[in-house]
C-alpha cells in the first residue's frame, strides 16, 4: 500500500513539473509575433506527419545515423505500451493492458524494439565517442550523452522486468513470442522465489523512477524536440520552399521611427521560436552549409540554438514584466539584448546565401533561412547596419532598376552578339503581343558580358526552333530577388510591384528566363502581390523544344560535362531534370555528376544578395564548388545561372585553370550541337577555340578577387 501512495505522490509531482514547465514554454512561444499558420492544405501535413514524422524519411537520407534513430524513435512509441505495463504492474497484480494486453504479436514487437532501441543507443554512442563527425562541433554532446544513457537504462530496466516477469509468473504473453525477454530470464531461473519477486518490483521501480526523470528532463533540454517536432513539421510553412515570407509594409507611410523584421527575441514569430525548441542540435544543416564549410562563422545550427538560448535567458523576466502591465513589459524589453550583435554577430547574419542547404537537411524542418532574412530586415531597414559594399548595389536598384547601375538602353545591347556574330533582331513585347513567351533577360544577362553571349545563345535557338518571343527591352528591371534576400523589402516590393504592373500591362502569360532567381520570384514569389505568371526556366524549355523535335542537337561535342545545379533550381524548386535532358541529348558529350548534384548542389556562392559581398573569411565558396568540378573528370562545366556561370568562371580563374576546364551554359553547350557555333571555333570542336572574354568591352565588377587561406574543412560525408 505504501508503495501505491509513493508512487502516485511522484507520478502528481512529476506531472506537476512537467505542466508547469511546458505552460512556461507555451507562454514563451506567446511572447513572439503573431504568425497566420493555420494548416489548409491537409493532405499535404498528413502526408508529412506520416513521412517527416512517422516516416522519418529525412533522417534516413543518412542511412546509418539514420536508421539509428529510426529504431529509437520507433522504439519510444512502441515501448510506450511497455511503460503503461510498468506503472500498472506497481498497481494491479498481473496487470495487462486492456484489449491488446495479451496479444502475442505485441509482445513480440516489444522485445524486437528493446533489443532496436538498445543498437541504436550503442551505434548513436560510438558514433558520438569514435567517429565524433564536424557537424556535432556546438553542440551540447554531454547532454547527449547523458540522454542516451538514460535511454539505455530505460530499456534494461524494461528489458529485466520483463525477464524477471516471466520467472515470476507475472507477464502477459506467451514467452514464445518474446525471446529476448525469455533469454535475460535464464539467468534469474536459480534464483529463490522470495528474491525473484523482489527483484521484479525493484526493476519496475528503477524503470519508472528513470521515465519520470526522463520526462521532466527532456522539457530542460535539447530533447526537447521529442514533445515538439511533430508540432513543427504541422506548422512547416506551406509557401513554396523558394519564397521568402512577404513583409506587411506600405512604402508610403514608412517613418524613420518604425521598426522592420527581428531585432529583438521577440520579433521572431511563435514558429521561428518553436524552431528553435524543436532543433536536436544533429548538426546535419550545419554539415551543409556552404558558409559553416568555407570557414565563416555562421552554421544555421548554433544560430538556432542561440536565439534558444536568448528565449530561455530573457523569456522569464519578460513573462514577469507583462504580468505587472504594459509599461512594464516595454521597459523589460528596452533591457533585452538585441539580436545582432548581442546575440548573434552581424557577419553571421551577411554570410548566409539563402542557398536552403540547411532547410533541405533539417529532419525537423527548420526554417532558418526565413530568421536569417528577418535578422537582415532589421538590420538594413531599421539599423541601416550593412556590409558598405552592399550600398552601390542597393542604390542602384533603387535608382537604375539593376544591381550594376547600367542604363536601361544597355539592356537590349546584348542582340549585338561578339564581333564575330550577326546581330538579331528580338522585337520588343508592344510590337509582337501574341508572342509565344515573353523573354525576361534579367540584369546579369544583360549587363555581364559572359552571361550576354548566353542569352545570345538561347535567343538563336528559340529563333531556331520557332519560338515566337519579345522582350521588355529597356523596360525590363531588376525582378527584385536581390533586394529581397539581402533584407531590403522595400525595394523588393518596389521593383517586383513595378514588374507585374509592366508584365500585366503587356498582358503577358508566359515567361522564359535563363536566371532561376528570376524564376524563383517571379514563380514563387510575385503571387504573393498578386502577379499569377507562368514562368519557365531555359533548360526546361529547351528540354521541351528537344523532346518536341523543334530542336534536334546531330552535331557532336566532344566534351566531358557535368552540370553544377544551380540552389534556386534544384533545390528551391526541384528541377534538375531539364539540364540533364538536354546535356544527354547532345552527340558527343561524355556526362558526369558531380559530388554534390540535384537536391544536395552545393551553393556557388553568390546567392542571397552575396553576389554584391565581399567574402572576408574562410575559403572562397565559390573556389569550394570550382574546386569539386576541376576534382571531377569534366572539361567543362555546365551551368543554367548567370550568377552560377561568373562564379564558377571566376573559381576556375583563381585556381589558374582556364586551359583545363570551362563553364558553359546549358543553352550553348546545345547551339554547339545544333549549328556551327563561332563561339567554339568549329562545329564538334573541343570548346578551347575561343577563349571567353576575348570580346568582353566594359565588363561589369563581379566578385572581388581578393586572395584567401584555404581553412575550409570541405563539405562532411552525409554518412556520418
Ligand atoms: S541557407 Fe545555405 S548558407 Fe544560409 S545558413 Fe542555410 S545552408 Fe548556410
Ligand atoms: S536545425 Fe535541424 S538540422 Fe540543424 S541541428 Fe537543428 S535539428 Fe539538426
Given at each position: 500500500m505504501l508503495e501505491k501512495i509513493v508512487m502516485s505522490i511522484l507520478i502528481l509531482v512529476t506531472l506537476g513539473a512537467f505542466a508547469f514547465r511546458v505552460n512556461q514554454l507555451v507562454e514563451f512561444l506567446r511572447l513572439g509575433a503573431a504568425e497566420d499558420r493555420v494548416p489548409t492544405d491537409w493532405a499535404r501535413k498528413i502526408k508529412d506527419q506520416v513521412v517527416v514524422v512517422f516516416g522519418q524519411r529525412k533522417l534516413l537520407q543518412w542511412t546509418i545515423p539514420g536508421l539509428m534513430h529510426f529504431f529509437i524513435f520507433w522504439g519510444f512509441v512502441i515501448l510506450f505500451t511497455t511503460i503503461l505495463e510498468a506503472f500498472g504492474a506497481l498497481y494491479v497484480d498481473d496487470f495487462a493492458l486492456p484489449l491488446i494486453g495479451r496479444w502475442g504479436p505485441l509482445g513480440a514487437l516489444q522485445d524486437v524494439f528493446v533489443a532496436a532501441v538498445l543498437m541504436g543507443v550503442i551505434t548513436a554512442f560510438m558514433i558520438r565517442r569514435f567517429q565524433n563527425p564536424g557537424r556535432f562541433k556546438g553542440s551540447h554532446t554531454r547532454e547527449a550523452e547523458y540522454i542516451l544513457y538514460a535511454i539505455a537504462a530505460i530499456m534494461l530496466t524494461i528489458l529485466l522486468a520483463r525477464a524477471i516477469g516471466i520467472t515470476v509468473d507475472n507477464f502477459p504473453y506467451d514467452t514464445a513470442w518474446t525471446p529476448f525477454s525469455n533469454g535475460v530470464a535464464q539467468f534469474f531461473e536459480g534464483l529463490a522465489l522470495d528474491t525473484r519477486e523482489a527483484l521484479e518490483t525493484t526493476f519496475i521501480w528503477w524503470h519508472s523512477l528513470i521515465i519520470l526523470g526522463f520526462l521532466v528532463y527532456i522539457t530542460y533540454s535539447k530533447h526537447l524536440h521529442i514533445i515538439t517536432s511533430g508540432f513543427n513539421v504541422l506548422f512547416v510553412s506551406e509557401r513554396p520552399k523558394g519564397a521568402l515570407k512577404k513583409m506587411d509594409i506600405d512604402i508610403e507611410e514608412m517613418s524613420e521611427d518604425d521598426t522592420f523584421g527581428a531585432g529583438k527575441i521577440t520579433d521572431l514569430t511563435w514558429k521561428q521560436l518553436l524552431d528553435s525548441y524543436t532543433?536536436?542540435?544533429?548538426?546535419r544543416c550545419q554539415s551543409q552549409c556552404p558558409a559553416w564549410n568555407t570557414g565563416k562563422p555562421l552554421s544555421p545550427k548554433l544560430l538556432i540554438m542561440d536565439l534558444r538560448d536568448q528565449l530561455f535567458a530573457a523569456g522569464p523576466d519578460l513573462l514577469a514584466a507583462k504580468r505587472e502591465g504594459d509599461e512594464q513589459y516595454r521597459a523589460a524589453l528596452a533591457k533585452t539584448q538585441s539580436l545582432n550583435p548581442d546575440v548573434i554577430e552581424d557577419e553571421v547574419i551577411w554570410d548566409c546565401t539563402t542557398c536552403g542547404a540547411c532547410v533541405q537537411a533539417c529532419p525537423v524542418d527548420i526554417e532558418h533561412i526565413d530568421a536569417i532574412v528577418d535578422m537582415r530586415r532589421n538590420l538594413i531597414m531599421t539599423e541601416s547596419r550593412f556590409p558598405r559594399e552592399m550600398q552601390s548595389a542597393l542604390q542602384n536598384m533603387e535608382t537604375t532598376g539593376n544591381p550594376w547601375g547600367q542604363p536601361p538602353q544597355a539592356r537590349v545591347e546584348w542582340m549585338q552578339g561578339t564581333s564575330k556574330q550577326e546581330p538579331l533582331e528580338v522585337p520588343h513585347i508592344s510590337e509582337a503581343p501574341d508572342a509565344e513567351v515573353l523573354f525576361w533577360v534579367g540584369c546579369a544577362g544583360a549587363y555581364d558580358d559572359r552571361n550576354k553571349r548566353v542569352v545570345y545563345d538561347f535567343a538563336k535557338l528559340m529563333q531556331r526552333a520557332g519560338v515566337t518571343f519579345a522582350v521588355l527591352g529597356p523596360e525590363e528591371n531588376c525582378n527584385g530577388d536581390p533586394a529581397r534576400r539581402m533584407g531590403a523589402e522595400y525595394i523588393y516590393q518596389m521593383l517586383s510591384e513595378q514588374a507585374i504592373e509592366l508584365l500585366n500591362e503587356h498582358k503577358v502569360k508566359k515567361i522564359v528566363t535563363i536566371c532561376p532567381h528570376c524564376f524563383n520570384t517571379m514563380f514563387n514569389e510575385y503571387p504573393q502581390f498578386g502577379g499569377v505568371f507562368d514562368v519557365v526556366h531555359h533548360t526546361e524549355f529547351l528540354a521541351e523544344l528537344v523532346r518536341e523535335g523543334r530542336l534536334k542537337p546531330e552535331v557532336e561535342v566532344m566534351k566531358k560535362v557535368t552540370y553544377h545545379d544551380p540552389c534556386y533550381m534544384a533545390r528551391h524548386n526541384d528541377k534538375w531534370r531539364g539540364a540533364r535532358q538536354v546535356i544527354e541529348s547532345i552527340p558527343g558529350t561524355e556526362y558526369g555528376e558531380l559530388h554534390r548534384h540535384k537536391h544536395q548542389t552545393f551553393c556557388c556562392g553568390a546567392g542571397g544578395g552575396r553576389m554584391w559581398m565581399e567574402e572576408r573569411m574562410g575559403k572562397k565558396v565559390n573556389v569550394e564548388r570550382t574546386d569539386e568540378a576541376l576534382a571531377s573528370a569534366s572539361d567543362t562545366v555546365a551551368v543554367g545561372c548567370p550568377f552560377c556561370n561568373i562564379m564558377l568562371a571566376d573559381g576556375i580563374t583563381e585556381r589558374g585553370a582556364d586551359d583545363r576546364m570551362e563553364v558553359k551554359d546549358v543553352a550553348q553547350l546545345l547551339l554547339q550541337s545544333i549549328e556551327f557555333h563561332p563561339e567554339s571555333g568549329a562545329a564538334g570542336g573541343n570548346g578551347n577555340g575561343h577563349k571567353e572574354g576575348e570580346d568582353a568591352g566594359d565588363k561589369p565588377p563581379t566578385k572581388a578577387q581578393e586572395e584567401t587561406t584555404d581553412t575550409a574543412t570541405g563539405p562532411e560525408d552525409p554518412q556520418t
Open positions: 532543433c536536436t542540435e544533429c548538426g
